[in-house]
């Protein structure tokens, strides 16, 4: 069975940088899709990014394109969310999730295991 953990959130500055972890345990990530997802308070949980199995496709919110990288390193069994120039806005809980996906649209529906999420967040 796949587990998930998150790792790296805090607390930073607005323009300030953190990079977030998931973590896999139980199973090879290799063979999963991975997409990072957030949750405001009193807002629905939207999708930030994701990544296919290899690495070799992506797929990001307009509202972290330029901002926001994701990548994997499955040797590791990790992938990392770095996110730039963060503003008050990106505040949320951050969960990571992972299935086989064939195609990268930030759904959750398309995800059946789920980390529990690591707080963010961005204030002066």
């Known amino acids: 069975q796949l587990q998930l953990v998150e790792s790296g959130g805090g607390l930073v500055q607005p323009g300030g940088s953190l990079r977030l972890s998931c973590a896999a345990s139980?199973?090879?990530?290799?063979?999963?899709?991975v997409g990072w997802f957030r949750q405001a308070p009193g807002k629905e949980r939207e999708g930030v990014s994701c990544?296919?199995?290899?690495?070799?496709?992506?797929n990001y919110a307009d509202s972290v394109k330029g901002r926001f990288t994701i990548s994997r390193d499955n040797a590791k069994n990790t992938v990392y969310l770095q996110m730039n120039s963060l503003k008050p806005e990106d505040t949320a809980v951050y969960f990571c999730?992972?299935?086989?996906?064939?195609?990268?649209?930030?759904?959750?529906?398309?995800?059946?295991?789920w980390g529990q999420g690591t707080q963010v967040t961005v204030s002066s």
């Open positions: 999730a992972a299935d086989i996906v064939f195609t990268l649209k930030l759904l959750q529906v398309d995800y059946n295991y």
């Open positions: 139980g199973s090879t990530l290799d063979a999963y899709a």
């Open positions: 990544i296919s199995a290899s690495g070799g496709s992506t």
